[in-house]
């Protein structure tokens, strides 16, 4: 039996019902392993940034005569590891699993984590046993982006344990590549592989992952080099070193993760464009780079340069003086803000050195910032509920921009203000939520990346955050592993791998 | 006649009087501490290291807050930084000297504060006995009935981090024992006879408190205080290191050592000297207190 | 003595009560909204008030004090937020993790400490005394976590000779003491953990022997012609009810107070468990684990001295 | 020593400080009485009593010397410190100087503990260590309203008054000082309040043979030049003996008989007294004691004994003994030379076969 | 030394000669502060089944003396110098083991206080058990027996109950007797009593004494007996020896040291001590406080507070005095005349209580001559 083990940085093993927390991380080791959703993100390459491509559903399109309704065709032949059957009633039971209140497998817990997802279907029809029809409340064109997050749990299982979920988390069951094996709960996840999967490409090279939760960055360090685990997430920087001289494998890619300053942009100072740019032109970026041994690259904006919706954005390069020049114009000086960080956290990478470093070159432009370190959850707790809720003038929130909802829509559109979402700031735009709005009832691919290409450069234009870096997300592997691909994403496929023994 | 009665009674002592040199109590623990050179070179390493704490901003060659990228984690002696640099490259040394004042902080000042209050409620609880005892010591077992460690986290994990908070934390661990202490004493001195003669005499109980009783409490409290000082700052340097102590960037050896965590494989060397500041320190206050017991302990 | 058992024991309530309210308001005082962890970076304020309602959070805190103790009383200490599992078992196998390390150290810490402390006292002065004062108070000033990383660094890092986390390949399930295999992953905690209360206890058996050596019954024995080494027994004999004393407040302190070593070595124990729950704010958890700490401690207490009862004459029995 | 509020020796009786004449007694003890509970069980409760002062009346005239003798733990230390008001009493009254002690009427604590000072059998806990004697001793003017420095100089007086050279030992600490010393400290620290009555518990029996000499010299001076009453507290027969004008015997927390002192010690009526009499060492080697006057432990004070207390002991012990408690009869009423015995044997009619058959005159 | 049991060691003694010898033993403590001279050259002899009473102040070196002799103190910090024989073992120089076997069986002791003498976490039973059976190899049924005899045999009441009783249950006068029962365990030939009736109520001081001094003539033991009592000493003493700073000055039979004592101190300690004086009258006390044991001045070392001092009483100590009947007093005043010791005192005779300033000067003429 070839064994994978794998130290991920989650404080506790994510939920694995089908519901993850944890952060992303949480969709990626107890997410895509056990459970497919109707499309799922393509991560066979680390060249471009990952895309949706069919998963539960074949394909998918917009009902021509209702901009409405998505027809959803699906996959055939699909069983959930307890084999129960994958069909147009296993997807509807799904919905309402979130979605009705009613519903007997109705589950809060699932409303919290996944309940974004499905806020824009207003219904799912059943069309025929392979077919849905989903109707959103709004024309939504990037509808499909959602539906990559949703997975779809075995109802027959929820329905054998009488529809408890902690009856049905002794033995989940889903349609994905691993299948669900055993937990000790705090301690270790463990999958088995999924003979029968039906995308025979995706079936794992090896016969078990043993998920671990390792957050102390040292302690995966240490685990990796004596040998209890073979594959950990985010090495600390300077133990990188210590890793390639033991024969490990350093994996870096780029992918949509900034690691930025959202602004409070409605009140002073930074409803000043100007302090705003200020603080743009005065970070040197290298310099942070550098600290972190090269597992980052400097940010212009939220997203990167592989996304569709990049554009040609103004750049804010490292020029302290026109930063100084643009606070003194502004009038604010010393510029007085009060920025919440966190100690630690899911892709908050070392934040406290990190926004040190920030602090310094702040201040060395006539900035005077204060910082404030707070656990992970309770900077959580002020994203969730919104800059007017606190004092701060800025937080140090990491956010994955992997789909133009998330990337643009949600965090800049006014009706995406607290408390409805994630427009943190109150960033206000009336343009921008024009174009926002043609976008989600544009069908057409192309035209509609052109409306998010425009709306993103709008938004960096207004240098409505502080652009600081994007994670490269490292990974160290042991020698004996081969075969990974790590993807532009979030996401990522631990399937090719294989453990050499 | 009465007079020479009294003369001749006073007759000897003045000739062969044991002491020649009037001695104080503190003079009779000083005759004993001169002699222990390993409890007297730790007082100097003390006092070395509040000095250099206090002075720090005077001694410390480089501001402990301004990294610089170029020179991260320099090993010890690099260039001018005596100690290295760390993560942030940040002289050590300076560091050092900055987080020795919140780490003594830490571990003095809650053991100031908990000796006054805990010593406070110990001596009223074992002078008035019966229910006020019942009242003020059922309630420190209550308290008692966490193990420090787990109070500290607790309260700690709920106050949330920061200096305060920490000091706070630190000040209700340590109040319950030291309360107890001074209770045990206060009730031993209670039944001593010099209390019954001031009591006799019509003093108010106020005065017997202070003039009698606190007097003699004051030695075992204090002496048990200067144990709490090492547990203090071990304590405060674990919650810094759970990250529910002080808040970053603080120079603190707890935390200190917990970010060069990270950077251990880089320089062991750099990432151990808060460790071993700790240490170093914690020992210190350890033996002095142990010499401290020895030389008052000796019985009058 | 039954009687003395008996007091003791209803002496225990009233503080057990004043634990579960501590318990109960410690964690009340904390800010951050254990809620907000289960809710998706998206989620929108809605969703949070509904789960807030589903854990019973939104009721005035003296009311889910009285429920969380009812219900505690019964041995039901809801359910993590985190995980949603019941609280009395999460803890319950996480206490079952700690006690059996926090016991093989303190008693290793314990039977090494009588010895040294005897060594010690027998040559009391000497180069013997000199060297166990110094590992004694080398335990006492060691900061653990700290000692602990370097244990890691030295024997898993560098000569790989144990592992530097976790317990057991498997995991604390199935986990074996008596397999070397398994027993590895407890060798460094157990080192860690010792460490403090073998320098407690040697100092204290130490000081407390040269003080027995000291009275005056000890010129009797000697008077009555025995040996140095029958002397020695008796004042070890004489030490016992404070060492046991020592061994149980020891033993609780360990099992409180295991939170650094455990998150060190990623021991799934009740520090641990302790440290994870206040990262999450999951009050259930954090709540139960306190508690579970708080009263094992308590108890620890109450046989300590029911033990010391029995081991010393001089304790009142009636 | 001019500075001091004591009058000259002259005239005993005409001291100003008296407020009920010469022949009112310094101090009447009317029946008092103190149980210490004894708790246990689950519930802490009184499951028992040490009956450590029960039902004691004497009194003690003026300027005299009132020895209290009798074994260990039969309440002699007990008693002094109720009639000090350091242990509250269960009942009883006391009269001081005619003046009902502590209640409304009567004088008030703080006048009595002027009045009444007592000087402790340990050396080592009656002074506190961290005070030097001088403060010790100044300690009691200064409670009661004395400056400073005034209460400075009259420890000083007192110190040399009880032969200690000030400049020398008032800056010394107790554990500077030898017993004798320090029992002087303590004799001075009791004078300092300028008392009446002077209670002495076993305040010779810890020192030497040769120091104890040096103190007794020393009490029976300041008697003199102070006009002193002293309450001598011992077990030691032969000091009893030596100091005292009347003595009182208890026993298991009664007087078993009171008397003048010769009248005791040489005619003792009580069983008990001849018994504790006869323990006396004698200094010559041929008087050699053959056997035990007393034979084993008094009892429990717990449980003491029916009837008689010593009837467990007694070699004269009848039926009436174990039955019936016998009287001591009413001391308050007697005069300071009478003499009175609590046993069935010195009692007409008692019923005790060795009992007188007529009154005594 | 071979391996000797006690029982026949003290049958194969010739009764002539003397069972204890001591001879001019000095012991100091010496520690970094100071040294102090605790016994500064004693020598007496014993014979069998003699009963020797040490008497003097609190702090002349009683207790250090009796510690020798079994040599109880502390080695590192103790020098012991002179002879000490017991039998025929040189007590200071047998080795550890047999000095083990010794204590307790040829030799044992009595402490001043029961309270803290008798370890308190084993039973009276237990603890007598435990000498019988070191020293006897006797079975543990044999050694309860002996130990329940032992019980009877210093009348303690109910002995049975009482083996199995633990220190703290027991009276003062109770556990006083159950210390001398393990002293007595295994017929020791010398008893040393370190003021075992002082902490003692008159009443049970007395039963203690008549018992012991029973025991004493029917086990025909040697018995060194300290006290400050003279009357204690008067009950139970053959001979009397009187300290002072550490050293015997005055020697003899009881009845010479108590009722004609020779040596100025000895006189003065009788005269002071309260025995039926007339009331009223000032007891004749002595002066001062005794010497301080760490700085002792050459000379007599009651000098500073004798009444009938001379000018060579500050130069040396005086040597020893005695008579035929072996009364021995070391005092410049004290002479022989005919058969006995006799004081000659000055015409003038100084009073006990000397002014304090005369003193002075006397003492440091003295001094200043002999420098
Ligand atoms: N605070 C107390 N609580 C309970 N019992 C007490 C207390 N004080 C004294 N006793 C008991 O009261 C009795 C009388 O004690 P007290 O001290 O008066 O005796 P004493 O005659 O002074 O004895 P001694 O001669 O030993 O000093 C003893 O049995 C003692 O145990
Ligand atoms: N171990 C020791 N170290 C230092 N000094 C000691 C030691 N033992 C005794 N002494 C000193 O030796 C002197 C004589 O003490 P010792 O106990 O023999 O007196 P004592 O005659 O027995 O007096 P007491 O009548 O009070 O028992 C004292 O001054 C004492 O302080
Ligand atoms: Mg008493
Ligand atoms: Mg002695």
Redesign the interface.
């Known amino acids: 039996e070839s064994v994978l083990r794998v130290a991920m940085t989650a404080a506790d093993i994510p939920d694995y019902t089908g519901a993850p927390d944890q952060g992303y991380e949480g969709y990626r080791f107890a997410g895509y392993t056990l459970y497919d959703a109707l499309a799922l993100w393509d991560l066979s390459s680390s060249d471009k940034a990952a895309d949706v491509v069919p998963g539960l559903a074949t394909s998918w399109e917009i009902d021509p005569q209702n901009n409405k309704r998505w027809i959803f065709n699906l996959r055939q032949g699909v069983t959930y590891h307890d084999g129960c059957p994958w069909n147009a009633d296993s997807a509807i039971w799904n919905f309402n699993r979130v979605m009705d209140p009613k519903a007997p497998q109705f589950n809060a817990r699932h409303v919290g984590q996944m309940g974004t997802y499905v806020v824009n279907i207003a219904s799912v029809d059943k069309l025929d046993d392979y077919k849905i029809a989903i109707n959103t409340k709004a024309p939504s064109s990037l509808f499909p982006y959602e539906m990559a997050m949703y997975y779809m749990i075995s109802n027959c299982a929820v329905t054998a344990a009488g529809n408890d979920y902690n009856v049905y988390m002794k033995k989940p069951s889903g349609t994905g590549p691993y299948k669900f094996d055993s937990v000790v709960p705090h301690e270790r996840l463990e999958l088995v592989k999924n003979d029968k999967y039906w995308n025979p490409a995706r079936i794992p090279k090896h016969d078990r992952l043993v998920l671990l939760p390792m957050p102390e960055a040292s302690t995966r360090a240490a685990a990796l080099l004596s040998g209890q685990v073979d594959f950990v997430e985010a090495p600390s920087p300077d133990t990188i070193p210590r890793l390639k001289d033991a024969g490990m494998q350093i994996i870096t890619v780029p992918y949509p993760h900034n690691w930025d300053y959202m602004l409070r942009v409605d009140t002073p100072p930074f409803n000043d464009i100007r302090v705003r740019q200020a603080a743009n032109y005065a970070m040197n970026r290298q310099d942070m780079v550098d600290m972190l041994q090269g597992v980052a690259v400097a940010a212009d904006q939220t997203l990167i340069d592989s996304q569709p919706w990049y554009g040609h954005p103004v750049k804010y390069d490292y020029d302290p003086d026109k930063a100084a020049a643009l606070l003194k114009e502004a009038n604010c000086s010393p510029c007085k803000i009060k920025v919440g960080i966190s100690t630690s956290g899911s892709g908050q990478m070392q934040p406290l050195p990190m926004n040190e470093l920030v602090k310094e070159q702040l201040e060395a432009v006539g900035f005077q910032v204060q910082l404030e370190p707070m656990d992970w959850n309770a900077l959580i707790g002020v994203f969730l509920s919104g800059a007017a809720k606190s004092d701060f003038n800025a937080i140090n929130f990491s956010m994955a921009p992997i789909d133009p909802v998330q990337g643009i829509l949600k965090k800049w559109m006014t009706e995406y203000q607290p408390p409805a979402c994630c427009n943190w700031g109150f960033y206000s735009n009336a343009k921008l939520d024009d174009l926002g709005k043609q976008a989600l009832a544009e069908f057409d691919p192309a035209k509609r990346n052109a409306l998010l290409t425009e709306m993103n450069e709008m938004a960096v234009a207004d240098a409505s955050e502080l652009y600081i870096v994007h994670d490269l997300n490292p990974r160290a592997l042991s020698p004996k592993l081969s075969g990974f691909v790590q993807a532009q994403s979030w996401f990522q496929d631990l399937t090719p791998i294989v453990v050499a023994p | 006649m009465t007079d020479a009665v009294a003369n001749s009674l006073a007759v000897a002592p003045s000739q062969s009087a044991p002491t020649a040199r009037v001695r104080s109590y503190w003079g009779g623990v000083w005759q004993r501490l001169r002699y222990d050179y390993v409890t007297l070179f730790c007082i100097a390493l003390i006092i070395l290291i509040v000095l250099s704490a206090v002075f720090a901003p005077w001694l410390a060659p480089f501001d402990p807050y301004k990294s610089s990228m170029a020179n991260r984690l320099r090993p010890i002696g690099y260039k001018q930084f005596l100690l290295g640099t760390d993560e942030q490259g940040r002289d050590m040394l300076s560091r050092l000297l900055y987080g020795g004042r919140v780490s003594l902080l830490m571990g003095i000042v809650p053991v100031i504060l908990a000796t006054v209050i805990g010593g406070l409620f110990g001596v009223v609880a074992g002078y008035y006995g019966r229910k006020v005892n019942m009242g003020i010591m059922r309630t420190m077992d209550i308290f008692f009935a966490f193990p420090s460690v787990l109070l500290a986290v607790a309260i700690s994990g709920s106050l949330g981090g920061g200096i305060t908070n920490q000091m706070l934390t630190l000040t209700v661990v340590l109040i319950p024992p030291i309360c107890r202490v001074a209770e045990t004493a206060t009730s031993q001195v209670r039944n001593m006879d010099f209390v019954d003669a001031a009591r006799a005499t019509g003093a108010s109980t106020t005065s017997i408190l202070f003039t009698h009783v606190l007097i003699n409490v004051m030695s075992p409290v204090l002496v048990y205080a200067s144990t709490l000082v090492s547990i203090s700052i071990i304590l405060a340097s674990g919650l810094s290191f759970l990250g529910l102590g002080v808040s970053p960037p603080t120079a603190d050896w707890g935390l200190m050592l917990s970010t060069l965590r990270q950077s251990i494989y880089v320089q062991p060397l750099v990432s151990a000297i808060p460790g071993v500041a700790i240490l170093v320190t914690s020992i210190a206050f350890n033996l002095v207190s142990d010499g401290l017991r020895q030389a008052m302990d000796v019985k009058a | 003595m039954w009687l003395y058992a008996l007091r003791r024991i209803i002496l225990t309530i009233p503080i057990l009560f004043g634990v579960t309210v501590i318990c109960f308001a410690l964690v009340q005082i904390a800010p951050g909204d254990p809620i907000q962890n289960l809710l998706s970076p998206t989620a929108s304020q809605a969703d949070a008030e509904r789960l807030r309602a589903a854990y019973g959070l939104d009721k005035p805190l003296p009311v889910q004090y009285v429920i969380w103790l009812g219900k505690v009383l019964v041995g039901d200490m809801g359910m993590s937020i985190a995980n949603n599992t019941p609280v009395t078992g999460e803890v319950l196998r996480a206490f079952m993790n700690t006690i059996v390390i926090a016991m093989i150290a303190v008693v290793i810490a314990f039977v090494l400490s009588t010895i040294f402390g005897v060594a010690a006292a027998y040559r009391s002065g000497g180069l013997v005394d000199k060297a166990i004062t110094a590992v004694a108070v080398f335990g006492i000033s060691v900061p653990t976590f700290w000692l602990g990383v370097i244990l890691v660094i030295i024997f898993a890092v560098n000569l790989s000779w144990l592992p530097a986390t976790g317990m057991g390949a498997g995991g604390s399930k199935g986990f074996d003491y008596l397999s070397w295999s398994d027993f590895r992953f407890a060798v460094m905690p157990i080192i860690a953990l010792a460490l403090p209360p073998l320098g407690i206890m040697t100092r204290t058996t130490r000081s407390s022997l040269s003080e027995i050596l000291n009275q005056d019954f000890v010129q009797t024995l000697r008077a009555k012609g025995l040996t140095e080494t029958e002397v020695m027994i008796h004042a070890v004999r004489n030490i016992m009810p404070a060492a046991v004393a020592m061994l149980g407040l020891q033993l609780g302190y360990l099992i409180g107070g295991s939170v650094l070593v455990e998150t060190v070595f990623t021991w799934p124990g009740t520090g641990y468990l302790l440290n994870k729950a206040i990262l999450t704010r999951d009050i259930p958890l954090l709540q139960g684990t306190i508690l579970v700490l708080a009263t094992a401690f308590v108890l620890i207490n109450l046989v300590v001295d029911l033990a010391q009862s029995l081991i010393d004459p001089r304790i009142k029995r009636s | 020593m001019t500075q001091m509020a004591i009058s000259p020796p002259a005239a005993a009786s005409e001291d100003p400080r008296d407020r009920g004449g010469p022949a009112q007694p310094m101090l009447i003890v009317d029946g008092i009485r103190k149980y210490f509970p004894i708790r246990?069980?689950?519930?802490?409760r009184t499951v028992a009593e040490v009956k450590a002062v029960d039902d004691i009346s004497f009194y003690v005239v003026k300027g005299e010397t009132l020895g209290i003798v009798g074994?260990?733990g039969c309440g002699k230390s007990t008693l002094a410190?109720l009639l000090?008001h350091?242990i509250d009493r269960d009942d009883g009254h006391l009269i001081l100087d005619g003046d009902l002690v502590g209640e409304e009427t009567g004088v008030p604590?703080?006048g009595l503990?002027?009045a009444?000072?007592?000087v402790?059998?340990?050396s080592y806990?009656?002074?506190?260590?961290?005070?030097?004697i001088e403060q010790?001793i100044a300690?009691?003017p200064k409670?009661?309203g004395a400056s400073s420095k005034v209460a400075k100089a009259q420890a000083r007086a007192l110190m040399?008054?009880?032969?200690?050279?000030a400049n020398?030992?008032a800056?010394?600490?107790?554990?500077?000082l030898?017993?004798?010393?320090k029992q002087r400290v303590?004799i001075a620290?009791?004078l300092?309040?300028d008392p009446r009555l002077l209670i002495l518990d076993e305040a010779v029996s810890a020192l030497?043979?040769?120091?104890?000499?040096?103190v007794?010299?020393?009490l029976?001076?300041l008697k003199?030049?102070l006009n002193l009453t002293y309450i001598f507290i011992s077990?030691?027969?032969?000091?009893v003996?030596?100091?005292s004008d009347r003595v009182l015997v208890m026993y298991l927390g009664q007087v078993v008989e009171i008397g003048p002192?010769d009248k005791i010690y040489e005619d003792p009526q009580h069983p008990y007294t001849q018994?504790?009499l006869a323990?006396?060492?004698?200094?010559?080697?041929?008087?050699?004691?053959?056997?035990?006057?007393?034979?084993?432990?008094p009892p429990n004070p717990v449980n003491p004994p029916s009837g008689c207390r010593f009837h467990t002991r007694c070699p004269f012990m009848e039926d009436v003994c174990m039955s019936k408690a016998p009287s001591l009869g009413d001391v308050l009423r007697s005069s300071a030379q009478d003499h009175l015995a609590a046993c069935h044997m010195v009692h007409p009619g008692s019923g005790h076969s060795r009992a007188p058959l007529a009154v005594r005159a | 030394m071979n391996d000797m049991t006690p029982t026949n060691l003290s049958g194969s003694m010739p009764l002539a000669a003397p069972f204890v010898r001591v001879k001019d033993l000095r012991v100091r403590f010496v520690s970094r502060e100071a040294t102090v001279r605790a016994v500064n050259g004693v020598t007496f002899d014993l014979a069998r089944g003699e009963v020797l009473c040490v008497i003097g102040e609190s702090g002349s070196g009683k207790s250090v003396m009796m510690r020798s002799l079994l040599r109880l103190h502390p080695k590192k910090r103790t020098v012991i110098e002179g002879s000490m024989q017991v039998g025929e073992h040189d007590i200071g120089a047998v080795s550890d083991r047999v000095l083990s076997k010794l204590r307790g069986s040829t030799i044992s002791m009595i402490f001043q206080e029961p309270m803290t003498a008798l370890d308190p976490l084993y039973t009276i039973g237990d603890q007598i058990v435990e000498t019988v059976r070191r020293h006897e190899g006797l079975g543990r049924e044999a050694a309860w027996a002996r130990a329940l005899e032992l019980l009877e045999l210093v009348r303690v009441p109910s002995p049975e109950r009482r083996l199995k009783a633990y220190p703290h249950e027991l009276s003062g006068g109770l556990r006083q007797r159950a210390m001398i029962a393990v002293a007595l365990s295994c017929r020791p030939s010398l008893l040393l009593a370190d003021e075992p009736t002082t902490a003692l109520d008159a009443s049970v001081q007395i039963q203690v004494l008549v018992l012991l001094r029973k025991l004493q003539r029917e086990m025909e033991m040697s018995m060194i007996f300290v006290t400050h009592d003279l009357g204690v000493a008067a009950q139970i003493a053959d001979k009397v020896a009187v300290m002072y700073a550490g050293r015997i000055i005055e020697y003899g039979t009881v009845a010479d040291v108590l009722n004609r004592p020779q040596h100025p101190y000895t006189r003065a300690m009788l005269a002071s001590t309260v025995k039926d004086q007339e009331r009223g009258v000032q007891l004749e006390a002595i002066a001062g406080s005794p010497p301080d044991l760490r700085a002792l001045p050459d000379g007599c070392s009651f000098l500073p507070r004798c009444g009938y001092a001379k000018p060579e009483c500050a130069v040396a100590m005086p040597p020893e005095t005695v008579d035929a009947r072996g009364h021995m007093a070391r005092c410049y005043r004290v002479g022989v005349e005919g058969q006995r010791l006799a004081f000659s005192a000055p015409a003038i005779q100084p009073s006990v209580c000397t002014n304090a300033s005369q003193l002075a000067a006397a003492r440091a003429e003295m001094l200043g001559r002999q420098a």
């Not at chain 4, 806990?125 to 030097?132: A, M």
């Not at chain 4, 030898?178 to 010393?181: M, R, T, V």
């Open positions: 246990a069980g689950v519930l802490n074994e260990s410190r000090m350091l604590l703080d503990r002027r009444l000072q007592m402790f059998q340990d806990s009656s002074l506190n260590p961290r005070l030097p010790s300690y009691g409670v009661q040399e008054k009880v032969g200690l050279k020398l030992f800056q010394r600490y107790p554990h500077e030898s017993g004798g010393q303590n620290r009791a300092a309040l030497d043979k040769s120091v104890e000499a040096q007794l010299n020393l029976e001076d003199r030049q077990h030691d027969l032969h000091v003996r030596y100091i002192v018994a504790l323990c006396r060492l004698s200094m010559d080697p041929e008087e050699r004691v053959e056997a035990a006057p007393l034979a084993g432990d």
